[in-house]
């Protein structure tokens, strides 16, 4: 009956339920982003942790690295990743002006695996590639199969990201 006196005030009600449902809508959202990337952090552990006996023996001996042939390779999804993830990826002013990758330290990839381009983890060299093949004929379609879903989920965590902020 107040509200059929106060149309106005009807009007407020209307205003804040909405609002009410937005803020709700964005916290789901926003938990469905976590999730995501929380689904991406576990499949990375996975493949670096496939890779890493090959990697440690193959790349050790290599004559011309591929971390010396490139400089900057994070894209928009990376860096997002990264944010997400609250990882940091320690900027060194010196590394711009040096050969190289721009993370690459006398040791190696001074990142942690979770830290690293995408592309870091799915680029796999043809020497690299046979040694697997070598020792664990599976193994290159498992990796393959799972740097298709990873590439999924990161499309996902775009959209997912585009919708809350
Ligand atoms: S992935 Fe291939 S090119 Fe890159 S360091 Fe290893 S062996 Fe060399
Ligand atoms: S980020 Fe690390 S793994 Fe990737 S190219 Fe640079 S040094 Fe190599």
Known sequence: MLLTFFPGFRLVLIIEEIFQ???KMEVSISQMVSETVRKIEGL?????GLQSAYVEHICSKCEAPCCTRVHYLF???????????????????????KKGCWFLGPTGCFLAPQSRPFICHSY???DLKAEIRRNSPDLLADLEAKFKLISM?????W??????F
């Open 124 to 126: 796999i060299c043809p």
């Open 75 to 97: 894209s928009e999804k990376d860096i997002l990743y990264s944010r997400l993830s609250g990882r940091k990826h320690g900027w060194r002013r010196e590394a711009f002006t």
């Open 159 to 164: 959209a997912e990201y585009l919708d809350v």
């Open 153 to 157: 989920l990161r499309s996902q965590m």
């Open 44 to 48: 990375i552990s996975d493949i670096s």
């Open 21 to 23: 449902g937005v803020k």
